[in-house]
């Protein structure tokens, strides 16, 4: 199994540009979330999904977009980049509710 | 806002030695996870303990867990080198009804095992 695959693992844009970091599982979970991890912060929960069509906010929504067509996708969409958005973001997912999370590799974003 | 706090932010011992990180939460939780994170790379779980239990194992790793203080601990017994990584707890808050809402983490420890 391949578990959590991120891509690209680097990528650099300028503001104002648009660009969708994809994250896919082989695992069958159900639960799957996006988080951006700044030096000194730890990591912070941008949106989560329970399941397929289902999606909501987690702590830092503003800017990003998700969307989960099916269980194995979901693909975080940065409308119009910003400077303040430079982070490394990491996909995880999880069987289901209670249980431990596999994390994907990171993306690391620089946008200039 | 961060629900975790890790203690200390930063620890360095002997190879050999035990490590005790600690962590501090906010709001009522299903259980409490710990995760490693090597430079530059994803995290990786370690152990999850539910609000109903107080203390669990995993080799070289207990954890403890008191709900009326929301605070756990992490013990690495007999530290090796390899065991040199950023440390995290997360979360995993109640929900009326059940199902999860993401995880919320700690600000971490660095740990260091010098040879």
């Known amino acids: 199994n391949a578990g959590v695959t991120q891509t690209p693992k680097f990528q650099v844009l300028k503001t104002g540009q648009s660009m969708t970091l994809q994250c896919a599982q082989d695992?069958?979970?159900?639960?799957m979330s996006w988080y951006r991890q700044d030096p000194g912060m730890g990591l912070r929960l941008i949106h989560y999904?329970?399941?397929?069509?289902?999606?909501d906010q987690g702590e830092v929504p503003n800017g990003y977009n998700v969307s989960r067509s099916t269980t194995e996708d979901f693909p975080l969409r940065l409308l119009s980049a910003a400077p303040s958005q430079t982070s490394v973001y990491f996909c995880?997912?999880?069987?289901?509710?209670?249980?431990?999370?596999?994390f994907g590799s990171g993306t690391r974003l620089t946008v200039v | 806002s961060q629900q975790g706090e890790e203690d200390p932010q930063a620890l360095s011992i002997q190879e050999g030695e035990n490590a005790t990180m600690n962590c501090s939460y906010k709001?009522?939780?299903?259980?409490l996870q710990w995760y490693r994170q090597n430079s530059g790379r994803g995290l990786v779980h370690l152990i999850l303990i539910r609000s109903n239990e107080r203390e669990k194992h995993s080799g070289r790793l207990r954890v403890t867990l008191d709900t009326s203080k929301k605070s756990s601990s992490l013990l690495i017994t007999a530290s090796r080198a390899a065991d040199t990584a950023s440390y995290f707890c997360a979360t995993d808050a109640f929900l009326e009804g059940g199902g999860a809402d993401g995880l919320t983490f700690g600000k971490g420890t660095h740990l260091i095992i010098q040879p």
């Open positions: 695992m069958n979970h159900e639960y």
């Open positions: 995880a997912s999880s069987y289901r509710a209670g249980m431990g999370y596999t």
């Open positions: 709001t009522s939780i299903n259980n």
């Open positions: 999904s329970v399941g397929a069509g289902i999606t």
